[in-house]
């Protein structure tokens, strides 16, 4: 369980270095810790405050910009 857990940490870890680059991520992983941060809250704060064609907007945009090649997540 420990290496599933590491292993999950530094795949997540390169995801936000590779998109926002080392500094950006530990900046964006201390907001986190010390903000004593609730993702759910936020997302439903960030979801709460749209309209359903303002979410449909940003779904088609993530879509177009992603679009989906039939690859399986692999799980760890």
């Known amino acids: 369980m420990m290496n599933d857990r590491v292993t999950l940490l530094n795949m997540c870890m390169d995801v ?9 991520a530990e900046k964006f992983i201390y907001l986190i810790r010390s903000e004593n941060f609730d993702y759910t809250k936020w997302q439903r704060e960030y979801y709460d405050s749209m309209t359903p064609d303002q979410i449909k907007q940003e779904l088609d945009s ?3 910009a992603n679009p989906f090649e039939g690859k399986k997540a692999e799980i760890i």
């Not at 936000?16 to 950006?24: I, K, P, R, S």
């Open 16 to 24: 936000l270095c590779n998109n926002v680059g080392v500094l950006a």
């Open 62 to 64: 993530f879509s177009a």
